[in-house]
């Protein structure tokens, strides 16, 4: 007998991550990589963690920011994280957050808090690969989350109760969605909360990267159009995960989860049983960091990341033949790619490491039913203006060929 063979029956669904695999790559000299969703260290506010640590590790604050704290998470920055959400149309008290180790810790727990074997979740085709991960150990059944969804609610629900469960949640990255970087327009939003009411369901609202537009206006949190017309934050439906990850520092590992009162009051249940709470120091350098910083530090990150976004997708147009596709974003990490039919995006990443060392995610990933083998995802994060350039030459001369 095989320790294997007393694995329980999630642990079939569990799968490595492409992208994590892919991150590898990056040791490899000469690679150009478009694979992973990573932020360029250069613009780390490096000077304000050093001086964060010198504040929270200096006599008198160095044992509490050394010390175990609650498992609602820092007290000072929770009350940060309100006041950020009141700037975005959500009224909130600190009572209405808990801290996460990363956004996708939330995930995690959503999943575990939400779904039974059998259940549904509602999600985008295609969807983040990482919410795919955290929401398969709990055995959910997916159905397509569609922006223009003909289909009835009572259809849906039906075909969930058919396979031995119920429609539990929508899951949702509205603002520059990964991996497409599409986002959904104020209409779209507010005909999903619909569907959500009609379903009675949860909606989890991923806004990884709400902080990230270049051009174009900004649109409401789904949270902030429902507490509009409800009034009462404890009375909404939307469960909105954030993160620094993409704005401060995706090493220290620091999200939020902002949800009415009985939701997080379930979900600090679920932090006392994981991991009691999030690393204290962390809290408290990214609390410091915030105040100080924050909102000086989000111009410097669009006016980069934003020519970096123009640089690729003039790339694309001056590059790419005929049949290919891509996205326009106004915001975020990714252009999404899509190949003639016929064309293999996992065949042709074994092609680009050999002949051109270029990388990216191939995008039946980012499908629950594995489909969508000719598309592609894209990151214009990481590398710099003129790495992109490069390697989208690259890629559209192996397409030529």
């Known amino acids: 007998m095989y320790l294997t063979d007393l694995f329980a029956t999630r642990a079939g669904r569990m799968q490595a991550s492409e992208i994590r695999e892919l991150l590898k790559l990056l040791d490899r000299p000469g690679i150009l990589s478009f694979a ?43 009350a ?111 005909a999903l909360l619909e569907r959500a009411r009609a379903l009675d369901c949860a909606v989890i609202e991923d806004a990884a990267y709400q902080a990230l537009r270049y051009d174009g206006a900004d649109v409401p949190p789904i949270l902030a159009l429902e507490q509009a017309a409800t009034s009462d934050i404890d009375a909404c439906r939307t469960i909105y995960c954030g993160s620094f990850s993409k704005t401060l520092s995706p090493g220290l590992r620091v999200g939020w989860v902002c949800a009415a009162r009985p939701v997080i009051d379930k979900l600090v249940l679920l932090k006392q049983a994981g991991d009691l709470h999030s690393a204290t120091l962390n809290q408290a350098l990214v609390a410091d960091v915030a105040a100080a910083v924050f909102d000086d ?62 990388a990216f995610v191939p995008g039946a990933a980012f499908f629950p039913d594995g489909s969508g083998t000719n598309t592609l995802r894209l990151n214009f994060s990481s590398p710099d203006e003129a790495q992109i350039s490069e390697g989208i030459a690259r890629l559209g001369r192996l397409l030529r060929a």
């Open 36 to 78: 992973g969703g990573i932020p360029d260290p250069a613009l780390f506010p490096v000077a304000a963690f050093r001086a964060a640590s010198a504040r929270v590790l200096a006599d008198g604050m160095a044992g509490q920011s050394l010390q175990y704290s609650t498992s609602e998470g820092h007290t000072g920055l929770r």
């Open 80 to 190: 940060w994280i309100a006041r950020h959400m009141g700037q975005l149309g959500v009224a909130c008290t600190p009572d209405n957050i808990l801290i996460t180790s990363g956004s996708q810790q939330a995930l995690d727990y959503l999943g575990k808090l939400f779904l039974s074997p059998g259940d549904t979740a509602l999600v985008g085709w295609p969807t983040y690969l990482g919410a795919l991960g955290a929401f398969n150990a709990y055995e959910p059944r997916y159905d397509r989350l569609e922006v223009q969804d003909n289909r009835a609610p009572d259809a849906i629900a039906k075909a969930a109760q058919d396979a031995g469960g119920a429609v539990k949640f929508a899951y949702v990255t509205p603002d520059f969605a990964n991996p497409t970087g599409v986002t959904l327009t104020r209409d779209q939003r507010l």
């Open 297 to 358: 530090h989000l111009p410097r990150l669009r006016a980069a990341y934003g020519a970096r976004r123009d640089a690729m997708l003039a790339a694309l147009k001056q590059h790419m033949p005929d049949g290919v596709s891509w996205t326009r974003p106004e915001g975020g990490m990714f252009v999404w790619l899509t190949l003639p039919r016929g064309m293999d995006g996992a065949a042709l990443l074994a092609r680009a490491l050999d002949e051109q060392n270029i």
